[in-house]
């Protein structure tokens, strides 16, 4: 099948085809915000990063003990570029792919996936509920309780600001601006 490059349409119809629960459908678009969010400030391809955003746990609801396997097979099956794929499959680096994330937008869909999870848990327990007015010291405050969102797995989030050579607080900032960008759709306004 010759490859196509996908449009944000397209992905969320390919999304919408395998997942309909609505906190991964929330998870996704808050991982396709930051990722926009952190592709401008990178002066990268806006789309195709978000795109690898808004598509990244196209398996996880229907095939999550095939996480990122049943992914690839669904991407190449639908034409999608390799480029795309990789950069899918590189989220899930020492978990779910032997894919390790070497470029910028593979290091960013990496460090961000689970941050987000962290960040949205966060505004969760704040009174307003909202990313709005949330500060990186809530999410800081948050992090040393490791029973707090304990799914999320830290030492990724770590591990991803390495790669990237970024503070663990720029991180975290960049992630809150880029779920501010979304978030009336991921119900954090």
Request: include cysteine; proline fraction near 3%.
């Amino acid at each position: 099948m010759s490859e196509n490059i996908p449009t944000r349409e397209s992905a969320l119809d390919l999304f919408k085809k395998y997942n309909k629960s609505e906190s991964l459908m929330k998870h996704a678009l808050a991982v396709e915000g930051v990722m926009r969010y952190m592709a401008r400030k990178a002066g990268e391809d806006e789309d195709k990063w978000g795109i690898v955003g808004l598509i990244h746990d196209l398996d996880y609801e229907m095939y999550p003990e095939q996480h990122c396997t049943m992914t690839k097979k669904i991407l190449e099956e639908n034409g999608w570029p390799e480029e795309y794929i990789r950069a899918v499959l590189s989220h899930g680096w020492g978990v779910a792919s032997d894919v390790e994330p070497i470029t910028r937008l593979e290091k960013t869909i990496f460090a961000i996936d689970e941050l987000t999870g962290l960040v949205t848990t966060s505004a969760l327990v704040r009174p307003s509920r909202s990313v709005m007015d949330m500060e990186v010291k809530s999410v800081k405050n948050k992090w040393k309780d490791k029973r707090f969102a304990a799914g999320v797995d830290r030492s990724v989030i770590e591990k991803g600001t390495e790669m990237l050579g970024v503070s663990l607080d720029e991180l975290i900032a960049d992630c809150i601006m880029g779920m501010r960008e979304v978030a009336e759709q991921i119900g954090l306004k």
